[in-house]
């Protein structure tokens, strides 16, 4: 097999003498700073899998930025996924995961448009490498498609004074940086074009995409972003309440050591004893480099990249199992059961009444306010609100909060991607289209599409709904209005 391999690359090297994406007799090749890579075909799609932006962040690179890698001119077979970062759902999970995947269409010229996809999972879990991201369906309309995996809990945002000279712990957002210069240095190797990049992601991948927009470190290496199911008012914790975390973590360890020696088995350990008690804990914080400030402030004052940004959220985010979830998030409403009740008149158990609440004051109300911010910069502005339910699960419809990606990557038949009715498969082309349409020149309008009208001065949106996709004034204004903050935007 290595001797094929280096008959290959002796081939394209001597035929080509470029830096270009190549199909080999059946074989996609690209020659990148970090080597020869080998990718696989199926259908009219080729893909690299498990394709490493920065040394494996082990050993003594543990807690430290992401190290680029060294340049090489060996052949490597991107076949398969890398291992997802360190997690405790996964027990393939690994330190060295540093990995990214790329889809493109197999035989067409670019430079093409590159859609970038960051994945979700509260900053603890998910990987790009779930099948329900296959970047496929978006290759085939003549897009380059690159999933990105980057360190997670306490491996990606531990903040403590023994780590590094300033105890940064946003080790993740370092990750997705070093993941965007690996895109803009050898994308052109896929027939990918460097100038033409748009973000994509959803939960934790949108809040990591609006911190990108924030971060002057970033800003020059993506011109589009979709932000879907932002919570752009939730707070960051700050410096000194991310190494407060930090201690509490070496602390739940139990014994002094070298952090950098711990058995991956004792970090995952610890890690999951302080989520029992404080979710949601490793996430970004305010550093003072990477992060200096609030989503919601930083938008407020314009600090953000002036790009063409799509931004929405979907109809219900969440579900509430327990009745204590359910008195929670009633209680912090401020409201009555009674004034929601009114809000919500449509809502017949306690459990959906929190439910609809929730995701109107974490999901719809802050991504309005970010929309209306942006769009007062002067940067094109599309506002979403999606509210499709597959036809199999109406009668039983899960946590709304993902549904939309199954629509935009358009898998099925998969773990957590049923297979589609004949009306699913529309919807999801006609979202897919926007998205595809956006990431090729920032419009995500286009032929035989309901029109989508630009975010302004008004509440405007497209609302995707069970019963049609329309674009006009936001028929949800008055419940946002009174769960906006007093004299918030």
Request: proline share 6%.
């Amino acid at each position: 097999m290595r001797s094929l391999l280096a008959l290959i690359a002796a081939f394209v090297l001597l035929c080509t003498g470029a830096a270009v994406a190549q199909a080999v007799g059946q074989y996609p090749f690209a020659l990148t700073r970090e080597g020869q890579m080998l990718g696989a075909v199926e259908g009219e799609v080729a893909s690299f899998k498990g394709l490493a932006y920065a040394a494996p962040p082990v050993g003594g690179l543990r807690w430290r930025p992401p190290q680029a890698l060294p340049e090489s001119s060996e052949m490597s077979t991107a076949y398969e996924y890398g291992a997802p970062c360190l997690q405790p759902s996964l027990p393939v999970a690994r330190e060295d995961c540093l990995t990214l995947n790329v889809f493109r269409p197999f035989g067409v010229d670019g430079p093409l448009p590159v859609m970038v996809f960051i994945p979700g999972g509260g900053f603890v879990a998910g990987t790009a490498n779930d099948p329900l991201f296959d970047g496929a369906r978006l290759a085939l309309a003549g897009l380059i498609v690159v999933t990105v995996n980057y360190r997670l809990g306490a491996l990606g945002w531990l903040s403590h004074p023994a780590l590094s000279d300033d105890g940064s712990g946003n080790f993740g957002l370092m990750d997705q940086i070093a993941a965007l210069r690996w895109v803009h240095d050898n994308i052109a190797a896929f027939g990918g074009d460097a100038n033409n990049v748009t973000l994509f992601g959803n939960g934790a991948g949108a809040t990591s995409i609006a911190l990108l927009m924030l971060c002057s470190q970033s800003r020059d290496l993506f011109q589009k972003a979709i932000l879907q199911s932002v919570p752009g008012r939730a707070r960051l914790l700050s410096s000194q309440e991310a190494e407060a975390m930090g201690q509490q973590f070496v602390a739940t360890l139990g014994q002094a050591a070298d952090l950098r020696a711990v058995a991956p088995a004792r970090l995952l350990a610890a890690e999951k004893r302080l989520l029992e008690r404080s979710p949601g804990r490793f996430a970004p914080a305010v550093d003072g480099n990477l992060v200096t400030e609030d989503i919601a402030a930083g938008f407020a004052v314009g600090h953000e990249s002036r790009i063409p940004l799509i931004i929405g959220s979907n109809d219900d985010e969440t579900r509430f199992d327990s009745e204590l979830e359910v008195k929670e998030a009633l209680s912090s409403s401020g409201e009555s059961i009674d004034e929601l009740r009114k809000l919500y008149p449509d809502a017949a158990r306690a459990a959906d009444l929190a439910a609809r609440f929730y995701t109107d004051k974490v999901f719809s109300e802050p991504v309005r306010m970010l929309a209306r911010l942006h769009a007062a910069t002067g940067a094109p502005t599309f506002r979403y609100r999606f509210a499709y339910v597959p036809e199999s699960s109406r009668a039983n419809p899960d946590e709304g909060h993902g549904r939309e990606l199954q629509f935009i990557f358009g898998a099925e038949g998969i773990p957590g991607a049923g297979i589609f009715s004949r009306r699913d498969r529309e919807v999801a082309n006609s979202l897919r289209a926007y998205w595809i349409n956006f990431a090729r020149g920032g419009d995500p309008n286009g032929a035989e599409l309901p029109h989508w009208d630009a975010t302004a001065d008004r509440d405007h949106l497209l609302l995707i709904g069970n019963d049609h996709i329309a674009s006009g004034d936001d028929p949800f204004a008055a419940h946002l209005d009174r769960l906006a903050p007093k004299g918030g935007k």
